[in-house]
């Protein structure tokens, strides 16, 4: 059997929801071909190996239990797996990593998969990096023709020495309202909507406090959707489009991950020209972001019908509100199979990477 490494949490903002990503994905992987092995990682950064049920990582009190033990994932090839103090090893066949946001899904965990010589479900260092910041991921798409809201962007240093310039420079560039986010917090953490011009500071003030650096978008009147894609660049199998109609002025992070109230269309309400339409950029934004394994890509589709590039997100949420597992169930993958699907695109691009 292959032994499966699911590492969750992380020292991130986004702590939380990946320990029940973590939680929810554990529960999916059949045992009859896995042995599963579960690393945890705090919110200080502490990694232990840990026997904890689902329900344990979800609720976050995987970190008390007592036979918790500390361990590393080692970047020694030769080793290809983990190490305990003890001097314990444990071989690793693939890794399943569940970190959302910095110090994981920013290409952080995959750098450590691949000086370790271990196969990982995601993309690769580079592209798990550049999906992550949103300003980088807007210039590669631009490139590329795939249509997104005007933006700006600015440093958190600028903010700090001079905020009341930078919200003059965004509203010479942008008509309010805006939205305002940190380029690399991920799952809407920090994000928040401005109308005028205090709000602009108080929004630019507080987005600087998770990123060194701020993207501010104008507003899109419309519906927000999401695609899911997994695999490869090149033949990747691409859901169809789900439709989120958050409760909330916009979909925060407590919408996604704390909030089940948002009212969530699979499929979305749209013309089927349109969900084709959506479908074919996801893929492409898949394809130029060099992204692998799993990505959920989000849009815009204005009031007129025109589709609107948003964000990628290479490690998506997997909680039972998730938008990406609801996406690939529909699509007819349902959790153990999407498990698998992931797992062995991981050990088949270790043999040829794409």
């Not at 059997?1 to 991130?12: E, K, P, Q």
């Not at 320990?19 to 999916?28: E, F, L, N």
């Not at 992550?132 to 798409?141: F, L």
């Not at 507080?206 to 993207?215: L, S």
Request: with cysteine.
């Amino acid at each position: 059997m292959l032994n499966v490494l699911v590492i969750f949490g992380g020292r991130s903002s986004e702590y939380e929801v990946a320990c029940r990503s973590g939680a929810y994905v554990v529960s999916q992987l059949d045992r009859k071909k896995y042995t599963v092995h579960t690393v945890g990682v705090s919110k200080q950064g502490v990694w232990a190996y840990t026997n904890a049920t689902p329900g344990q990582m979800a609720d976050l009190s995987w970190e008390t239990l007592s036979d918790n033990r500390p361990c590393v994932l080692s970047p020694d090839a030769a080793l290809h797996g983990l190490l305990f103090e003890d001097g314990e090893k444990i071989p690793v066949d693939v890794v399943f990593p569940m970190m959302h946001g910095k110090n994981g899904e920013d290409g952080s965990i995959a750098a450590l998969c691949q000086l370790a010589g271990l196969p990982q479900v995601g993309c690769s260092m580079t592209s798990g990096a550049t999906s992550m910041d949103k300003m980088i991921t807007k210039v590669i798409c631009e490139r590329f023709g795939i249509p997104q809201a005007d933006w700006t962007y600015c440093y958190a240093r600028e903010i700090f020495d001079d905020v009341e310039r930078q919200a003059d420079l965004v509203m010479k560039k942008l008509p309010f309202p805006v939205f305002v986010k940190p380029a690399s917090a991920g799952s809407s953490v920090g994000i928040g909507k401005a109308k005028d011009r205090d709000g602009l500071i108080a929004a630019l003030k507080e987005a600087a406090q998770h990123d060194f650096k701020v993207v501010i978008e104008a507003f899109v009147a419309g519906q927000e959707v999401e695609v899911a894609v997994l695999g490869d660049r090149f033949e990747p199998i691409v859901s169809g489009v789900g439709e989120i109609a958050p409760t909330a002025e916009f979909y925060s992070y407590d919408a996604k991950y704390n909030d089940d109230t948002s009212a969530l269309y699979i499929p979305a309400r749209l013309p089927d020209k349109t969900a084709q339409a959506l479908r074919a950029y996801a893929a492409k934004v898949f394809y130029h972001m060099e992204c692998a394994g799993m990505s959920r890509v989000d849009f815009f589709v204005t009031t007129d019908g025109k589709v609107l590039f948003n964000e990628i997100n290479t490690i998506p949420g997997h909680t039972v509100i998730s938008m990406y597992p609801k996406l690939m169930a529909h699509h007819g993958l349902d959790g153990r199979a999407c498990t698998d699907a992931l797992i062995e695109g991981a050990l088949k691009r270790a043999k040829q990477p794409c």
